[in-house]
Nanobody
């Protein structure tokens, strides 16, 4: 059974930091590109950041460049999202996503809530 389990979401003040984690099981983790998406109430789910299976290349949404960093530890089957200088507009449900490098299949986690508010 494939599982992607996110953790680390919380209520944080503007300017604060959080680190999200996503632990994968039931998949060959190193064969998957991993991404973080987010969805705010009433809005579409948008890509935040992605990292290729070997961890050698990353991409970011313009809105988070310079503030967020995606990384992965294939030995721990875990992908991270370090979020710094958080803004109220970063408030959303953050989802972990796995995409097989050959495009065969994809999986979603259930999400972790990040709320940025004073």
């Amino acid at each position: 059974q494939v599982q992607l389990v996110e953790s680390g979401g919380a209520l944080v003040q503007p300017g604060g930091s959080l680190r999200l984690s996503c632990a994968g099981s039931g998949i060959s983790f190193s064969s998957y590109s991993m991404s973080w998406y987010r969805q705010a109430p009433g809005k579409e789910r948008d890509l935040v950041a992605s990292i290729v299976n070997a961890g050698t290349r990353t991409i970011y949404a313009d809105s988070v460049k310079g503030r967020f960093t995606i990384s992965r530890d294939n030995a721990k089957n875990t992908v991270y999202l370090q979020m710094n200088s958080l803004k109220p507009e970063d408030t959303a449900l953050y989802y972990c996503h796995a995409q097989h490098l050959l495009g065969r299949c994809e999986y979603w986690g259930q999400g972790t809530q990040v709320t940025v508010s004073s």
